[in-house]
């Protein structure tokens, strides 16, 4: 195949099988894009230190200007990037059929087998470094404490890379030779018995061109070829390790063509997630693992007992898939029986939905009357295992593939810091954002709101890209802390005593970004702030945007009140919103997808608006448009107060205005502290020098006692008051007795 003059699009650049092929490819000099909703800092890190092009978004539209489309098998077939694909004719190719294509032109040395395919592959990856054995090779996982980078490029004959038997893409290769490492049946949702996964593993020894590395045991069951050249060994010792090792250097041995120097200048470091070990004190010793096969959790409990021999061992299990679920269950409940005492948390699904028989209830059921606990993914479960842990040495092992390892990160961040919410939170994220994202406790807020107002924030956070904010929003999750979103700061009023949870400010990064597309439309992320997106359209000759100047906010927080001014709405030039909805996902939507409320919009209030595409109703010279901006600007000037405040503090009533139902009750100069009522707009409350959030409440409430009596009709507050209901700070009125607010 030829690669080079080719422009790659990775639909899920994020999976550890395809970030090494991605940075690979990027590092033979082609032109590669990656696009993941769900990417990691380490892995973007790397990805980006490779040559690849890492998009946050990536629109459909854009897709065709790509030539080929490589896409992980855990997307699901009408995701919006394959669909826009296959319409704009661009070649199609799962990660292990571009694999099969790349290993056309070399000599392919496969690493097969049920388990222990990453360990391997790892392990011969760090022998032909440390021996100079000239061979490239392409990993499926990283090495432990980033110790090299998960595939190396120098254009040599040979490339060593692990074959992926679970999404069926093993037909496609055709290798020079094929280390087998074992074969246990799995992945029932694509092989229906062993028989077929057998048939898999034997189809591909008998494409084999030259050479079959194969352990004693396993010959005479998988060679179907007698004239196919073979080479065996016999591992001496258990564990899978030992066999790991004893496979490696068979490869190494066959790719240096005689036996290895024994001098070697760095220990192997392991790969990340393989019976690492997160934590040890003189009571506690943490490892992770991502054991998610009975055969692979038998082994690990096996290893942990020699050891940790004058341990307890206790384990905390993630089942993988509801369909391996159903197919182990009876398995996974005797190989843990093997530990002193265990824990289970929530299946993790991947792409699958629940299935019949792998659910928790089914599961816990295997155990029989010695069913364990089951954890919550989230503090309440950490502080349950805490709890449990006896005083006494013991081994604590967290297993599984799926995201386990955040939960173990996080119970062991709150062991570092004595189940202290402020550090533990700290030392977590630390190790899960990048460089660039600020992390701070204790923020103060009023100098970031318009009304200057207001105590601090517990957690607070500047994400720098989509990387940042997904660990934010987790670390949030297993923190179990209330995330809002700040802009600007207009329409927020923060109370004195301040906010329990995180807050996120999108003022930098990829969220202060825009971009002008083509068709008179604006890509601007959710940082932006509206008066530079009005100089943008201005610059550009887009009118229509001229309303938006003079408005205090920035584009996220805009979308979610459908902000307006002049009798214009941001809605009014919206043509799509890229929308972090509040189950995780992140959509890309058209206008006609959300209903619009006074001040609100339903969909963006229970998510994260992260961007939107503007489009202008027509085009005119930048003279009109900046004549506009200001004759817009003068009116604002004219009728708004210049002290700091939050905007209009309540929503107009139907059929009436706020602002003249409190000047017609003379409510205009009213004050509590140095909370005011502006003498210039009656819906304004202005903070006059050193006015406390209480001033304000305070004033609300008196202002709205008074606008009741004297006409019947409630003012609502419009403003937010973050971390509170306005509804139970004021009490709702008594309709029978007016002013009486309780």
């Avoid at 155990?367 to 606990?373: I, N, V």
């Avoid at 207001?454 to 890209?465: H, R």
């Avoid at 670390?475 to 802009?487: I, M, N, R, T, W």
């Amino acid at each position: 195949m030829e690669l080079k003059g080719q422009r790659y699009c990775f639909a899920g650049v994020g999976g550890m099988g395809m970030a090494p092929l991605a940075a690979w490819l990027a590092a033979t000099g082609c032109e590669v894009c990656g696009h993941d909703d769900y990417l990691r800092t380490e892995v973007r890190e790397m990805l980006e230190s490779a040559g690849v092009e890492v998009r946050d978004f990536l629109f459909s539209e854009e897709v065709g200007s790509f030539d080929v489309l490589v896409y992980s098998s855990a997307l699901a077939g009408d995701h919006p990037l394959l669909q826009a694909a296959e319409k704009s004719g661009l070649e199609v190719l799962r990660r292990g059929e571009l694999l099969a294509k790349v290993a056309q032109g070399r000599r392919l040395l496969a690493v097969v087998g049920s388990h222990g395919k990453t360990s391997t592959t790892g392990l011969i990856a760090h022998g032909l470094i440390e021996h100079g054995i000239e061979a490239d090779f392409i990993l499926g996982g990283f090495f432990a404490n980033e110790a090299h980078p998960p595939f190396r490029c120098g254009g040599h004959e040979w490339l060593v890379a692990e074959v992926d038997e679970s999404d069926g893409t093993i037909a496609a290769f055709y290798p020079e030779a094929t280390l087998v490492l074992n074969l246990d049946w799995d992945h029932a949702d694509y092989y229906p018995d062993e028989k077929s996964l057998e048939s898999a593993f034997k189809a591909l020894l008998e494409r084999t061109r030259s050479c079959v590395l194969i352990p004693e045991d396993l010959r005479d069951s998988l060679l179907v070829a007698p004239d196919l050249h073979c080479q065996t060994w016999s591992v001496e010792g258990r564990g899978m390790n030992v066999a790991n090792a004893a496979a490696a250097k068979a490869a190494l041995e066959y790719l240096n063509t005689g036996p290895l120097e024994p001098a070697s200048r760095k220990a192997f470091p392991g790969m990340a997630r393989r019976q690492t070990c997160l934590h040890r004190d003189v009571l506690l010793a943490v490892y992770e693992d991502y054991a998610h096969h009975p055969t692979e959790i038998e082994a690990l409990v096996e290893h942990l007992r020699e050891v940790e021999p004058d341990r307890r061992l206790v384990v905390v299990f993630q089942a993988h898939r509801y369909s391996r679920t159903r197919q182990f269950k009876d398995a996974f409940a005797r190989v843990l029986g093997a530990a002193d005492q265990v824990f289970l948390l929530p299946v993790y699904a991947a792409h699958e939905t629940e299935r019949a028989g792998g659910e928790m209830l089914n599961f816990t059921m295997a155990f029989g009357l010695t069913a364990p606990t089951v954890l919550t993914m989230n503090l309440r479960g950490m502080e349950k295992l805490a709890l449990a842990l006896a005083e006494e040495p013991l081994t604590l092992a967290f297993v599984g593939a799926g995201d386990i390892n955040q939960f173990a990160a996080a119970f062991v961040a709150q062991v570092r810091a004595g189940f202290e919410p402020a550090a533990a939170w700290m030392d977590y994220m630390k190790r899960r954002v990048s460089g660039s994202c600020t992390l701070r406790t204790g923020e103060a807020l009023a100098s970031k709101t318009t009304m200057r107002v207001g105590g601090a924030a517990a957690f607070y956070a500047e994400p720098e890209n989509m990387s940042d904010l997904r660990a934010l929003l987790r670390g949030a999750e297993l923190f179990e802390q209330p995330v809002f979103s700040l802009g600007r700061g207009s329409n927020i009023v923060v109370p004195d005593e301040g906010f329990a949870g995180l807050v996120l400010r999108f003022n930098r990064g990829l969220w202060r970004e825009s971009r002008l597309l083509d068709d008179g439309r604006l890509w601007v992320g959710a940082g932006v702030r509206l008066k530079e997106v009005c100089g943008q359209a201005a610059k550009a000759g887009l009118a229509g945007f001229e309303f938006l100047e003079g408005i205090p906010g920035s584009v996220g927080g805009s979308l979610r009140m459908n902000a307006g001014a002049m009798g214009n709405w941001i809605f009014d030039v919206v043509e799509r919103v890229q929308l972090l909805e509040a189950d995780g996902r992140v959509r890309d939507l058209p206008k006609e997808a959300f209903h619009f409320g006074y001040r609100k919009v339903e969909e963006i209030c229970g998510g994260i608006a992260l961007g939107a595409i503007l489009c202008s109703p027509e085009k005119e010279s930048g003279v009109a448009i900046r004549e506009r901006m200001d004759s817009y600007a003068s009116v604002r000037k004219a009728s708004q107060p210049r002290e700091p405040s939050a905007g209009c503090i309540f929503k107009n009533p139907e059929g009436d205005y706020a602002g003249k139902l409190i000047d017609t009750h003379g409510l205009k100069g009213l004050r509590v502290g140095d909370a005011e009522v502006s003498e210039v707009h009656g819906n304004f409350i202005v903070n006059k020098g050193a006015a406390t959030a209480a001033d304000i409440i305070e004033l609300v409430r008196q202002v709205r006692a008074a606008v009741y009596r004297g006409s019947g009709k409630v003012l609502e507050p419009e403003v937010l008051l973050l971390g509170q209901d306005w509804r139970k700070v004021l009490g709702e009125p008594d309709n029978t007795k007016g002013g009486d607010h309780g």
